[in-house]
């Protein structure tokens, strides 16, 4: 069965620096990938989608991109703020519907 | 525009007892999803529902679990006879009824169960 694995030890930057975060996947490349952020104590909140035919998707600071060769999926924040300090969760869709499966999510910390 | 409301926020039983969590999708919205998240964990997908009906329950345990999603009202995710390792954050999930597979998922604030 698909496997999503992420960096599960936590990611500390700087301030204004550009931070990335790895996203793998076993098996078969998915037809989708979605980033979501999830915050202490709330509900995962869905940031990117990107199909296996994009390379890259860009949102404000945010990028992703998408290498079916090397089975990955990186996440870039550029110009991270210490509000961008959060567990950020990779997910495909893996049955039928919208099912999804994520990750265990690598959390980020932005320091001053 | 509300979005995915759950409730209750928190709920503490004891074991043995019954535990109901509420979840009504967004407006518009008749798809319905339950994962699990234990600490440390991701999120572990339970069951996925339309109106009056379980799509797919391939997450859920074989006993004392069980979801619904009538017509009228939330959707119910029921635990029976519950147990310390119930103990997690329930998050409910909803998506718009369209037949594309790649749709977004909104999730509510979700209800952390304690069992004691």
């Known amino acids: 069965s698909q496997k999503i694995e992420q960096n599960s030890e936590a990611l500390n930057i700087q301030e204004g620096k550009t931070a990335t975060l790895t996203c793998n996947y076993t098996?078969?490349?998915?037809?989708?990938l979605q980033w979501y952020r999830q915050d202490p104590g709330r509900g995962p909140v869905f940031l990117l989608l990107?199909?296996?035919?994009?390379k890259e998707k860009r949102k404000e600071r945010l990028k992703v991109t998408f290498d079916t060769t090397l089975k990955q999926s990186l996440f870039h924040i550029t110009a991270s703020q210490p509000a961008d300090s959060a567990t950020y969760l990779c997910a495909h869709g893996g049955g039928g519907g919208n099912k999804l499966t994520f990750g265990t999510g690598t959390q980020l910390k932005v320091e001053l | 525009n509300a979005g995915v409301m759950q409730n209750p926020r928190h709920l503490v039983r004891r074991r043995g007892q019954e535990a109901r969590l509420r979840c009504s999708p967004m407006?518009?919205?008749?798809?319905v999803y339950w994962y699990r998240q234990l600490p440390e964990e991701g999120l572990k997908f339970m069951v996925y529902?339309?109106?009056?009906?379980?799509?797919?329950e391939s997450g859920m345990p074989k006993e004392r679990f069980s979801a619904e999603f009538p017509k009228e009202g939330p959707s119910i995710l029921r635990i029976q006879q519950v147990v310390r390792g119930d103990s997690a954050a329930y998050f409910c999930?909803?998506?718009?009824?369209?037949?594309?597979?790649?749709?977004?998922?909104?999730f509510g604030s979700g209800t952390q169960l304690s069992v004691l």
């Open positions: 990107i199909r296996e035919n994009e």
């Open positions: 407006k518009g919205h008749s798809h």
């Open positions: 098996n078969y490349s998915p037809a989708y």
């Open positions: 999930a909803s998506s718009q009824p369209r037949f594309a597979t790649n749709e977004k998922l909104f």
């Open positions: 529902l339309q109106k009056e009906n379980i799509i797919d």
